[in-house]
């Protein structure tokens, strides 16, 4: 066959004479076309005519898998012939003429091998090695020692294929989240494919399954028709191609099949992810030790560079511990095991309506968690643990945005916009809603509805099954119903117009907390969707209509402590009586109530602070009350993991710290260096109220910051620094973030405004 009847040929396979071939009847086809043409033109050549040389297929044509103006990937090998050059030329130079393209070389099985020992694409390359003409021993010889080798030596090129592989997913970027996705080397595609291969081959991980086996076969058909449709080598998607393509392969139209494209993108993106991982060298102790095992929260560790399930945990009864899991890999950043993720696929219930506390306060952790958060719910979600905890997640999961404007598919997009929301949650009074919020604005896409509307029923349901009170969920669904309300009105409405003030104010039910979580929403919103869809021009517009609304609205952002209850008034009786601490362990086990009591003017909050804080002690609420001419001090507090420690232990510390003996800030400073998680950079924040003390010479400070080890304690060692004196105070930490009140004067009685500026300077810098 001459060079014009194959390009002739090929152009009638393309263009469906004399009928059309689906994609993989037409690869199948152009493989035998060439086969037969490579087979004629080796004979011609003198390939075949006696031992020692051999045509060798790699590559798609190796693999049977070519796709239309896809180069040919050939070797011409031999063992030692003294004619090679002259067959080489009479085998290469009629191919050129037929306008093949060719990716050639001429070796002998040593030189091969001696290649592939240096050059990572060649030994992976070799392990498709199909003959294809001429000696078929020397071709199987070859072969076998190829896959011999690459199993010897895989394990020692790990590091070399995993650091090849991020830098083409960095050039390439990921197919699942590209609005024109590289179908050959982009995170999740056919290139992966081969790395996954060449892991399964060296027996380093087990052949892909079904569903990677489905990825491929989709992958392979949309580059097929592509090139079919554009008549050209062409890997890269476009929105114009993918409708083309879309209609060849019988879908709706692009976007159904964009998501497909992202759901098969993400499979193979994990499934490389975890094999890499899992093959990695692992990491050793010091002197070549195991690995370490670092409690992270109870029933979790970090083992190694991964984290994992404690020896003691037992997934079967511990629904919470899925979430436990989930925000420890977020907000360390490390990943979570396969092991764990198949032990909790396999054994953990499902959570029951409403939620415990626990599990709903870890929720808030694992969205505040900042980057860490998008791996995290990736795992979840390629292991079906996401969808036990939102079953509404499956309508956008994979979902394309119909925005241009849009950068993520909307299940992305959500993920992205609580990440960013967790740099704003200082500027809020309820982060823990923000966050929720952010996680469920757009979860009403994808169906023929307002998804704003739908949205806000969905969420509301949502905010109850995991426990949220009513007040709480109607915030929720409110934020998730106008979460467009201050972008539409800010830049296409008139903000100076009282009229366009007083409807803003009567859609969000002068309601100031719901007004900020709208503030925050609107910027964490703009932010995941794309560039420059967030402004200073933007900003600007939004914090003044924010502000103007404010001075409707007329609300403020905390609540006083609530009155003591009577258990919580005869623990305060008895500890002022005995003149010591006392400790009280709830019949769960994990809440602890500590009261100290102290003569007047004794400075109880940092030391307890400091001292819960030594024991990894959370606290949730801590009130300041003087009580028959005495001070005394109730906290509540709960282990992050592990029991609470013991009273006799903690009292005698508690004595010492109040008294001044105790270290503690060489000791929290420790265990700050050895502990502190990686936390989202959100700046702290102060506010002030001066109408709700009643008193001239009191006021409350709110501060809103990320919360740390030792926080609170820092905190209350600023205001003391600053002689301020703390009435009382009320802790909210909030997953990741803490809202936290102080009432206090200063011990001068003289309220300035320069000791009002030290004071928020102190707190913002110990904040920090």
């Not at 692009?254 to 890499?276: E, N, Q, T």
């Not at 709700?692 to 030792?710: F, H, K, M, N, P």
Request: hydrophobic share 45%; proline share 5%.
């Amino acid at each position: 066959m001459a060079g014009g009847e194959l390009a002739e040929a090929v152009d009638r396979l393309l263009a469906g004479r004399p009928g059309r071939l689906g994609a993989p009847a037409l690869r199948a086809a152009l493989v035998d076309l060439y086969e037969f043409r490579l087979g004629k033109a080796a004979a011609a050549a003198g390939v075949g005519t006696g031992p020692g040389v051999a045509l060798v297929a790699v590559g798609g044509l190796g693999r049977r898998e070519l796709v239309p103006f896809s180069d040919l990937d050939l070797v011409l090998l031999h063992d030692q012939h003294p004619d090679i050059a002259t067959i080489a030329d009479a085998l290469w130079y009629p191919l050129w003429d037929a306008r093949i393209g060719l990716d050639h070389s001429v070796r002998t099985p040593g030189e091969a091998l001696q290649v592939a020992s240096a050059d990572l694409r060649t030994a992976m390359g070799l392990l498709d090695a199909r003959h294809l003409a001429g000696d078929a021993e020397l071709t199987g010889r070859l072969a076998a020692a190829a896959r011999d080798q690459w199993r010897r030596t895989a394990r020692t090129r790990l590091p070399e294929l995993a650091e090849s592989t991020r830098l083409r997913w960095q050039r390439s970027g990921e197919i699942a989240q590209s609005a024109e996705p590289d179908l050959k080397y982009g995170r999740g595609g056919l290139r992966d494919l081969g790395v996954l291969g060449a892991l399964a081959a060296a027996q380093l991980t087990d052949r892909p399954g079904e569903e990677l086996r489905q990825a491929r076969e989709l992958l392979l058909d949309v580059r097929t028709e592509l090139r079919r449709e554009l008549r050209r080598d062409r890997d890269v998607l476009s929105g114009v191609d993918a409708g083309l393509v879309a209609a060849e392969l019988g879908f709706g139209d692009r976007f159904a099949l964009a998501r497909k494209l992202s759901g098969a993108g993400r499979a193979v993106g994990y499934a490389v992810d975890v094999a890499l991982r899992a093959t990695a060298e692992p990491p050793r102790g010091r002197f070549g030790r195991r690995p370490s095992r670092t409690p992270l929260a109870d029933g979790v560790v970090l083992h190694g560079n991964e984290v994992a399930l404690a020896r003691d945990a037992v997934p079967a009864k511990d629904p919470a511990l899925l979430l436990r899991v989930a925000a420890a890999a977020a907000r360390t950043r490390a990943p979570i095991s396969h092991g764990t993720l198949r032990a909790l696929a396999e054994s953990a219930p499902e959570l029951r309506t409403p939620w415990p506390a626990e599990a709903r306060d870890s929720l808030t952790e694992l969205l505040g968690a900042g980057e860490g958060l998008v791996d995290a719910v990736e795992a979840l979600d390629r292991t079906g643990l996401w969808a036990r905890l939102f079953p509404e997640w499956g309508a956008v999961r994979d979902l394309p945005p119909r925005e241009p404007v849009h950068s993520w598919t909307v299940d992305r997009h959500l993920v992205r916009t609580a990440v960013e929301a967790a740099k704003l949650t200082t500027t809020v009074s309820r982060p823990d809603l923000l966050l929720l919020a952010a996680l469920l604005h757009d979860i009403g896409k994808g169906r023929d509805a307002d998804h704003s509307e739908l949205g806000a029923a969905i969420s509301a349901e949502v905010a109850r099954r995991i426990g949220l009170s009513g007040p709480d969920a109607a915030l929720v669904s409110g934020a998730v119903r106008h979460h467009l309300l201050l972008a539409h009105t800010a830049t296409r409405r008139d903000i100076e117009e009282p009229g366009t003030i007083a409807r803003v104010a009567a859609t969000v039910g002068d309601d100031v907390v719901l007004l900020e979580l709208l503030q925050a929403l609107t910027q964490a919103d703009s932010l995941a969707t794309g560039p420059g869809m967030w402004t200073d021009w933007k900003a600007g517009l939004v914090a003044g209509l924010v502000h103007r609304c404010r001075q409707v609205v007329q609300g403020h952002g905390f609540r006083p402590p609530e009155p003591l209850d009577a258990r919580r008034r005869e623990l305060v009786a008895a500890a002022v009586a005995s003149g010591r601490g006392e400790v009280l362990i709830t019949s769960d086990g994990k809440v602890a109530t500590v009261v100290v009591a102290a003569p007047a003017h004794t400075d109880l909050l940092a030391p307890t602070a400091g001292v819960l804080a030594l024991h990894s002690l959370e606290v949730h609420t801590a009130v300041l009350r003087g009580h028959d001419g005495g001070r005394a001090g109730i906290f509540t507090a709960s282990p992050k993991f592990g029991s609470p420690p013991d009273p006799a232990l903690l009292r005698e510390q508690l004595a010492r710290a109040v008294s001044g003996v105790l270290p503690l800030e060489a000791k929290i400073a420790a265990k700050e260096r050895d502990y502190q998680p990686t936390r989202v950079a959100a700046a702290p924040k102060v506010l002030w109220f001066d109408e709700e003390t009643g008193g001239s010479s009191t006021v409350v400070l709110e501060l809103r910051a990320t919360d740390r080890i030792g926080l609170l304690y820092r905190v209350a060692g600023a205001l003391r620094s600053c002689d301020a004196e703390v009435k009382w105070a009320k802790v909210a930490t909030l997953g990741a973030a803490v809202v936290d009140s102080f009432a206090i004067s200063p011990r001068s009685g003289r309220l300035d405004p320069g000791w009002r500026q030290r004071v928020e300077r102190a707190v913002l810098a110990a904040a920090s």
